[in-house]
């Protein structure tokens, strides 16, 4: 069974500084790695994805995330933390099963709220 | 493009009564999901489709049904409210069965059962 750790309820950190949000994750076979972040009141909204190849990957509004097989992790990552990145973040993973229909399954951690402080 | 509609977005239902949750996608995507959002469990899956015609089970699927007879539109069932269903409810699309595909998400219907 496929898995996903957001192990902190909620990072806080200061506007400018360097934010990092935690995702490990357990599958069988090559993992699909997703980050999502959600607004108050709206649906999930997709970040960035790592498929294959270079280890970072860059994606929307200046988020980055650095995958690390041997440590199974996928942290999100941004150099200078704005006050409108404060929302939830979502890591997600999906792995090539045996599915009905080939449906490949995708499974959300719980959330990190992320709350920068002016 | 208006993505993924949600519809209705606010609701309150007594214990038993039943309804309808509507999601519709301008995307010509093929698949289809279901999740409910609680606190401190993430978002799981209560139905898919992988086309139209074609649906399964995910985790959750107890006491709700689904049907896709177009493309466009996946409407969630509840048969018989139950407070345990107080949740917030998320229609999601993706364009095919290409792993690599992240998913489109409409912005959720609040449901509470009283």
């Known amino acids: 069974a496929q898995s996903v750790a957001q192990p902190e309820d909620q990072v806080n950190v200061a506007e400018g500084n360097p934010l990092t949000v935690k995702c490990t994750y357990s599958?069988?076979?090559?993992?699909?790695l997703f980050w999502y972040v959600q607004y108050p009141n709206r649906g999930l909204q997709f970040l960035l994805k790592?498929?294959?190849?270079?280890?970072l990957v860059k994606g929307s509004y200046g988020f980055e995330a650095e995958f690390n097989k041997s440590q199974t992790s996928f942290h999100l990552k941004k150099p200078s933390a704005l006050v409108s990145d404060s929302a939830l973040y979502f890591c997600?993973?999906?792995?090539?099963?045996?599915?009905?229909?080939?449906?490949?399954?995708?499974?959300f951690g719980i959330g990190t709220k992320l709350q920068v402080i002016p | 493009n208006a993505g993924v509609t949600q519809t209705p977005k606010f609701q309150v239902l007594k214990t038993g009564q039943s309804m309808t949750l509507q999601c519709a996608q301008d995307m010509n995507h093929e698949y289809m999901s279901w999740y409910r959002q609680d606190p401190g469990m993430g978002l799981r899956l209560i139905h898919y489709?992988?086309?139209?015609?074609?649906?399964d089970q995910g985790e959750v699927p107890n006491g709700y049904n689904v049907s896709r007879s177009t493309t466009e539109d996946f409407p969630l069932r509840l048969l018989s409210a139950a407070p345990s269903q107080t949740s917030v409810y998320f229609c999601?699309?993706?364009?095919?069965?290409?792993?690599?595909?992240?998913?489109?998400f409409g912005d959720g219907t609040r449901l509470s059962i009283l």
């Open positions: 790592y498929i294959t190849g270079d280890n």
């Open positions: 489709s992988v086309g139209a015609g074609i649906t």
């Open positions: 599958v069988s076979g090559n993992p699909y």
């Open positions: 999601a699309s993706r364009p095919d069965r290409s792993i690599n595909q992240p998913q489109h």
């Open positions: 997600a993973v999906r792995a090539l099963t045996a599915s009905s229909g080939g449906y490949q399954k995708v499974t």
